[in-house]
Nanobody, 124 residues
Framework: QEQLVESGGGLVQAGGSLRLSCAASGRTFSGDTMAWFRQVPGKEREFVAA????????YYADFVKGRFTISRDSAKNTVYLQMNSLKPEDTAIYYC?????????????????WGQGTQVTVSS
């Protein structure tokens, strides 16, 4: 059974850092585009970052450019999101997602597999 499991969330002060991990299992995800989204209560889930297969091509939402870095380790079937210079407005549940086929999209409905999410809270 295909599964994405996020970890690494927590409570951090503004200006601090966290690294999220997403472990994939149940199928080969190496050819998929992997992405991170986030969601706060009452708002739609929004795109944060994506990385295409082989690490060729990374994409970021404007509000995280220069602060967050997405990467993947295909040997470990794991995707990471390094988050630096965190701000209180980064507080959200962060979700990992996979889109088979290797193309690129910022739309949630293009992603087939989703993790359960990990909470990130940034205090001021």
């Amino acid at each position: 059974q295909e599964q994405l499991v996020e970890s690494g969330g927590g409570l951090v002060q503004a200006g601090g850092s966290l690294r999220l991990s997403c472990a994939a299992s149940g199928r080969t995800f190496s050819g998929d585009t992997m992405a991170w989204f986030r969601q706060v209560p009452g708002k739609e889930r929004e795109f944060v970052a994506a990385v295409r297969w082989g690490g060729f091509g990374t994409y970021y939402a404007d509000f995280v450019k220069g602060r967050f870095t997405i990467s993947r380790d295909s040997a470990k079937n794991t995707v990471y999101l390094q988050m630096n210079s965190l701000k209180p407005e980064d507080t959200a549940i962060y979700y990992c997602a996979a889109m088979p086929g290797g193309s690129y999209s910022r739309s949630t409905d293009q992603y087939t597999y989703w993790g359960q999410g990990t909470q990130v809270t940034v205090s001021s």
